[in-house]
Structures are given as structure tokens and as C-alpha cells.
């Protein structure tokens, strides 16, 4: 039976880029080959639970703005009717994943053991509904930082309570994560990291983050947990400083702790911004170093400076951003995830529906220029011509040797190396033949 919310809109429907019904996809075709595999398979679109159904409005200056049948979410009623809503739009999107904290989809209890009697509660609930759906489960995660137990920090609190009552919640949810069949597992720390150094042991903090990381890890094997686990970077909001700053500074974390193999990377685009990189940057640098795991898609206001985790909608940025993801393979566990709210003045049903439609739309446009550009292969050509010097047996042996060595070449042959052209604008200017 129908919970209605959504009364009036239909399956959103595949009309081709000429339509102009607001609610149709011009662009996301699921079945729609590129290269060599169907769009919804190199996509992997998630809904984000909390943006969608738990975030209520509220901005730093003032409060709910939407009314939703399933508030006040403080109830197993309302819990349930939400996970209905959830599903029905999850089936209006045909939208083959979802994602949740595990406050999103059960109300806080204020202690360990009813928080997660409810969880098993709503996850029962949410695994028979996955029965009669199509939408799995890309990921689960464990909210430690809304209530005022985390203010200091999870596993880097300097209560070691607080340590335990997180290390209980991530099991919690990695148990969840695993009867709902998650395809990963995932790890944002909001507040693991400082509001001043004044109160702050950083090096103990780290090394506890870190050996809470490798206990999950542990965890993930013991249960027989086959989903990837990923680290979510992001350089601050709400803390001052967050320990895994961007994508860099998690590389460096993971191989610290000897976690380089069992981690990867769950790479925003609007935490990209914020750290001072672009989208692109962090998905190139941890493809480049084997970590590229999964994106949460979504935009920033680039005036504004806050993490305003608004739907995507600029094809050229998310076009490079797929450039690099298919660069890489494409997606294996990993996906998209909208990580992307509503304005609070949003208020209906289809203002919820047109953002996902907008934003799986942009996507799919972006996809395919990427696609179009790997298949024309103008940018790797360009590469491969700019490094074209070290194919030869020359600059191969020199990586083997040493500094006296070379310099004894440099002398010997008069190397004297001619500046050349970068041609970035050429570059540029290829890229909107595209875009
Ligand atoms: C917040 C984060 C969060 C994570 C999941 O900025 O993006 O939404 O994706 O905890
Ligand atoms: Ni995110
Ligand atoms: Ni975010």
C-alpha cells in the first residue's frame, strides 16, 4: 500500500534529450551501452538517506523548514513510514542503490543497547523491503557525530568510553551493513579531528584512530564481510581540522598504520573544494595509488565556502570527474552516491525527485562525454606524446642509476634541455568539443 507521498508522479521514464517534461531523464538510460557496459552498471546512482528523508531543513541559522508525515523521528512508527517513503522513492528513480547512518534510519535512544535493538529493528524492516525492490545497499556508515556524546571526537576522543561506545556503534553498523548485503562500508570522521591543539594530543589521537581503523578492518574479515571498506576524507566542517584532511593526508594515514591494502578512498566532490583541490585532482591521485573506492557526488556553492552539499549540475566538472573514474576501470564496489540536499525552501515531494532526476541526468551526461573523449583518445594521445622522453633507454637507465652518474652524462652529452609547449588552452579547448 502506498504511503502517498509521492501521489502524482510516476516511474520516471527514459525520454531522450529533445523531451521537455521536467520529470523524464534526457540523458540516464540505463540500459544504454557505453563503452561496452550498460550506464546504470557504470553508474551505480545511490540515494543518500539523510539528505533525502532524515535532514529536516535546519541551516546554522534557523531550523525545519520541510514537513514530512514521518516527523517528529523519534519513533519506530515514523522510522518505519520513512523506510516506506524511502522505498517508494527508490523505485519512482529506478535507482539501484541507497545509503544510511544508522541515525538516519532508526531514532536515537540515547544509549548502546536500545540504539542498536532498533537498529536490528529497522534493518529487519528494510531487508524485507529489499526483497520486493531492487534497490542494495552501496553502503552503510555509523552517524559519531550528531549527538553530543561525539563532541570530542569517536575513536579519537580523549574518553575512552567514548572510544568503546564508538567501537560498539561501528560493529553495530558494519552487522547491519552486512545482513542488508552492503557492497562497502564506510567511515567519515566529522569529529575526528580538533577545535583547538590548546586541548589537543594529536599523536595520540591519530594512533588511536588508527588502531580503531584497523579493528574494523579486522571485524570486516571476521564476519565473513566481502564490502569494501572506505574512508570518506574531508579537511574540516564541523571540526576546525579533520585528521583525514584529503585524500593525500589519508594515503599517507593508511600506509602509516599498514591499512593501504584493506582501505580505499570514498571521495567527495564537495569535500575536494573545500580541501583547496578540484574533483578531479583527489580521484586521480588516488587512482593513481590503487585507492579510488567510490564518489559521493555533489557541488558546492563556490561563494559561499561551506560544504553545501547541493545536487550537481556543471556537466564539464563532472564530465572530468568520470574521465578519471573510467580511467581507472570504472566502479567494482563503489558508486555514485548522491551526497546532495535540497534547498530548505524546497519544500514538495517533486522538488526531491526533480534533484535526484537533475542530478542522475547531469551524471549520465557526463559519463558519456567522458566515454566520448577516452574513445577519441585525444587527451591520452596528448600524454603520451608530452612523456614520449622517457620511453626512451636513456631515461629508463637513469631512473637505476645515481646523481654522479647523471651528472657525468649531462656533461658528457651537453644535454641541454629545449622548453616545450604544455598546450593547456589546446587541451581546454579539446575538452569542450565534449562537453
Ligand atoms: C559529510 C559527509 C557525510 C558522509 C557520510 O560531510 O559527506 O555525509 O558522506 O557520513
Ligand atoms: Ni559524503
Ligand atoms: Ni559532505
Given at each position: 500500500?502506498?504511503?502517498?507521498?509521492?501521489?502524482?508522479?510516476?516511474?520516471?521514464?527514459?525520454?531522450?534529450?529533445?523531451?521537455?517534461?521536467?520529470?523524464?531523464?534526457?540523458?540516464?538510460?540505463?540500459?544504454?551501452?557505453v563503452?561496452?557496459?550498460?550506464?546504470?552498471?557504470?553508474?551505480?546512482?545511490?540515494?543518500a538517506?539523510?539528505?533525502?528523508?532524515?535532514?529536516?531543513?535546519?541551516?546554522p541559522?534557523?531550523?525545519?523548514?520541510?514537513?514530512?508525515?514521518?516527523?517528529?523521528?523519534?519513533?519506530?512508527?515514523?522510522?518505519?513510514l520513512?523506510?516506506?517513503?524511502?522505498?517508494?522513492m527508490?523505485?519512482?528513480?529506478?535507482?539501484?542503490?541507497?545509503?544510511?547512518?544508522?541515525a538516519?534510519?532508526?531514532?536515537?535512544?540515547?544509549?548502546?543497547a536500545?540504539?542498536l535493538?532498533?537498529?536490528?529493528?529497522?534493518?529487519?524492516?528494510?531487508?524485507?523491503?529489499?526483497?520486493?525492490s531492487?534497490t542494495?545497499?552501496?553502503?552503510?556508515?555509523?552517524?559519531?557525530?550528531?549527538?553530543?556524546?561525539?563532541?570530542?571526537?569517536?575513536?579519537?576522543?580523549?574518553?575512552p568510553?567514548?572510544?568503546?561506545?564508538?567501537?560498539?556503534?561501528?560493529?553495530?553498523?558494519?552487522?547491519?551493513?552486512?545482513?542488508?548485503?552492503?557492497?562497502?562500508y564506510?567511515?567519515?570522521?566529522?569529529?575526528?579531528?580538533?577545535?583547538?591543539?590548546?586541548?589537543?594530543?594529536?599523536?595520540?589521537?591519530?594512533?588511536?584512530?588508527?588502531?580503531?581503523?584497523?579493528?574494523?578492518?579486522?571485524?570486516?574479515?571476521k564476519?565473513?564481510?566481502?564490502g569494501?571498506?572506505?574512508?570518506?576524507?574531508?579537511?574540516?566542517?564541523?571540526?576546525?581540522?579533520?585528521?583525514?584532511?584529503?585524500?593525500?593526508?589519508?594515503?599517507?594515514?593508511?600506509r602509516?598504520?599498514?591499512?593501504?591494502?584493506?582501505?580505499k578512498?570514498?571521495?567527495?566532490?564537495?569535500h575536494?573544494?573545500?580541501?583547496?583541490?578540484?574533483?578531479?585532482?583527489?580521484?586521480?591521485?588516488?587512482?593513481?595509488q590503487?585507492?579510488?573506492?567510490?564518489?559521493?557526488?555533489?557541488?558546492?556553492?563556490?561563494?559561499?565556502?561551506?560544504?553545501?552539499?547541493?545536487?550537481?549540475?556543471?556537466?564539464?566538472?563532472?564530465?572530468?570527474?568520470y574521465?578519471?573514474?573510467?580511467k581507472?576501470?570504472?566502479?567494482t564496489?563503489?558508486?555514485?552516491?548522491?551526497?546532495?540536499?535540497?534547498?530548505?525552501?524546497?519544500?514538495?515531494p517533486?522538488?526531491?525527485?526533480?534533484?535526484?532526476?537533475?542530478?542522475?541526468d547531469?551524471?549520465?551526461?557526463?559519463?558519456?562525454?567522458?566515454?566520448?573523449?577516452?574513445?577519441?583518445?585525444g587527451?591520452?594521445?596528448?600524454?603520451?606524446e608530452r612523456y614520449?622522453?622517457?620511453?626512451?633507454?636513456?631515461?629508463?637507465?637513469?631512473?637505476?642509476?645515481?646523481?654522479?652518474?647523471?651528472?657525468?652524462?649531462?656533461?658528457?652529452?651537453?644535454?641541454?634541455?629545449?622548453?616545450?609547449?604544455?598546450?593547456?588552452?589546446?587541451?581546454?579547448?579539446?575538452?569542450?568539443r565534449f562537453?
Amino acid at each position: 500500500m502506498s504511503t502517498g507521498f509521492f501521489d502524482g508522479i510516476s516511474r520516471i521514464a527514459y525520454e531522450g534529450p529533445e523531451s521537455t517534461n521536467p520529470l523524464a531523464f534526457r540523458h540516464y538510460n540505463p540500459d544504454e551501452i557505453v563503452l561496452g557496459k550498460r550506464m546504470e552498471d557504470h553508474l551505480r546512482f545511490a540515494v543518500a538517506y539523510w539528505h533525502s528523508f532524515a535532514w529536516e531543513g535546519g541551516d546554522p541559522f534557523g531550523g525545519q523548514t520541510f514537513q514530512r508525515p514521518w516527523y517528529p523521528q523519534d519513533d519506530m512508527a515514523q522510522a518505519r513510514l520513512k523506510a516506506d517513503v524511502a522505498f517508494e522513492m527508490f523505485d519512482i528513480l529506478n535507482a539501484p542503490f541507497f545509503c544510511w547512518h544508522d541515525a538516519d534510519i532508526r531514532p536515537e535512544q540515547g544509549n548502546y543497547a536500545d540504539n542498536l535493538a532498533r537498529l536490528e529493528e529497522i534493518t529487519d524492516y528494510i531487508a524485507e523491503k529489499m526483497i520486493g525492490s531492487k534497490t542494495r545497499l552501496l553502503w552503510g556508515t555509523a552517524n559519531m557525530f550528531s549527538h553530543r556524546r561525539w563532541m570530542s571526537g569517536a575513536a579519537t576522543n580523549p574518553d575512552p568510553d567514548v572510544f568503546a561506545f564508538a567501537a560498539a556503534t561501528v560493529k553495530s553498523c558494519m552487522d547491519a551493513t552486512h545482513k542488508l548485503d552492503g557492497a562497502n562500508y564506510v567511515l567519515w570522521g566529522g569529529r575526528e579531528g580538533y577545535e583547538t591543539l590548546l586541548n589537543t594530543d594529536l599523536g595520540s589521537e591519530l594512533d588511536h584512530m588508527g588502531r580503531f581503523l584497523a579493528m574494523v578492518v579486522d571485524y570486516k574479515h571476521k564476519i565473513g564481510f566481502e564490502g569494501q571498506i572506505l574512508v570518506e576524507p574531508k579537511p574540516q566542517e564541523p571540526s576546525k581540522h579533520q585528521y583525514d584532511f584529503d585524500v593525500a593526508t589519508c594515503i599517507g594515514f593508511l600506509r602509516k598504520y599498514g591499512l593501504e591494502n584493506e582501505v580505499k578512498l570514498n571521495i567527495e566532490q564537495g569535500h575536494a573544494i573545500l580541501a583547496g583541490h578540484s574533483f578531479e585532482h583527489e580521484l586521480a591521485l588516488a587512482a593513481s595509488q590503487d585507492m579510488l573506492g567510490s564518489i559521493d557526488m555533489n557541488r558546492n556553492d563556490y561563494q559561499s565556502g561551506w560544504d553545501t552539499d547541493q545536487f550537481p549540475n556543471n556537466t564539464p566538472e563532472v564530465a572530468l570527474a568520470y574521465y578519471h573514474v573510467l580511467k581507472a576501470g570504472g566502479f567494482t564496489t563503489g558508486g555514485t552516491n548522491f551526497d546532495a540536499k535540497l534547498r530548505r525552501q524546497s519544500l514538495d515531494p517533486e522538488d526531491l525527485i526533480a534533484a535526484h532526476v537533475g542530478g542522475m541526468d547531469i551524471c549520465a551526461r557526463g559519463l558519456k562525454a567522458a566515454a566520448a573523449m577516452i574513445e577519441d583518445g585525444g587527451l591520452d594521445a596528448a600524454l603520451g606524446e608530452r612523456y614520449a622522453g622517457w620511453q626512451t633507454p636513456a631515461a629508463q637507465q637513469m631512473l637505476q642509476s645515481d646523481l654522479g652518474a647523471i651528472a657525468e652524462r649531462v656533461l658528457r652529452e651537453g644535454i641541454n634541455p629545449a622548453p616545450r609547449s604544455g598546450r593547456q588552452e589546446i587541451l581546454e579547448n579539446y575538452v569542450n568539443r565534449f562537453v
